[in-house]
């Protein structure tokens, strides 16, 4: 069974473009997550879907953060515009369900660099 | 903060000795997940313990809670070089993980 695909694995952009990451989840997983993980820490939940749905966005930068999951399979993750402090590794996960007692598998995740 | 804290920070231990590592926290939970994260796989679930559940076993695995002290510890037997990974608590109480800062664990063969 494929697990969560990211892409790309590394990004190194200058700060003020723009960039996104793109992720296919696990096959009938209905559930999807971004993370955001700096170095030495743990991943930050950015986002979460449920289908199509976004049911959490709290913790999403909406000036300069948005994502979107259409027809509730791939998404993708755009910063526009980046900035120095978005440097980190953006991870995706997904699982069978929304409630947190099921287990949650993680993608590789997109290192970004800004310069 | 919910963010749960481990503790050590970094451990190094050679092949064949155990290693501990404890977690606490501040509110009230659902459930407590264990994580491991090392460069060639990623990030891996190890163990989902509830909250009305004191001990758990997988393996050379073993997860205790207390929810009276707040706290969690993980217990990994017999370590292999292999083990060698950072390893993260995940706190639910609103049907959203919270990932603490980590424990760093090297093991030396």
């Known amino acids: 069974e494929a697990g969560v695909v990211q892409s790309p694995r590394y990004k190194i952009i200058e700060k003020k473009q723009p960039v996104a990451f793109w992720c296919n989840p696990i096959s009938g997983h209905n559930t999807l997550y971004w993370y955001r993980q700096n170095l030495g820490q743990g991943p930050e939940l950015l986002i979460r879907?449920?289908?199509?749905?976004?049911?959490?966005d709290s913790q999403l930068p909406k000036d300069r953060f948005s994502a979107e999951r259409l027809k509730g399979v791939d998404s993708t993750l755009k910063i526009q515009p980046a900035e120095l402090g978005d440097s980190a590794v953006y991870l995706c996960?997904?699982?069978?369900?929304?409630?947190?007692?099921?287990?949650?598998?993680f993608g590789p995740g997109t290192r970004l660099t800004v310069t | 903060s919910q963010q749960g804290e481990e503790d050590p920070q970094a451990l190094s231990i050679q092949e064949g000795e155990n290693a501990t590592m404890n977690c606490s926290y501040k509110t009230s939970i659902n459930n407590l997940q264990w994580y491991r994260q090392n460069s060639g796989r990623g990030l891996v679930h190890l163990i989902l313990i509830r909250s009305n559940e004191r001990e758990k076993h997988s393996g050379r695995l073993r997860v205790t809670l207390d929810t009276s002290k707040k706290s969690s510890s993980l217990l990994i037997t017999a370590s292999r070089a292999a083990d060698t990974a950072s390893y993260f608590c995940?706190?639910?109480?609103?049907?959203?993980?919270?990932f603490g800062t980590g424990t760093r664990l090297q093991v030396f063969p």
């Open positions: 879907y449920e289908n199509e749905e976004a049911v959490d």
């Open positions: 996960a997904s699982s069978l369900g929304g409630n947190s007692a099921y287990e949650q598998y």
């Open positions: 995940a706190l639910d109480n609103t049907d959203k993980l919270i």
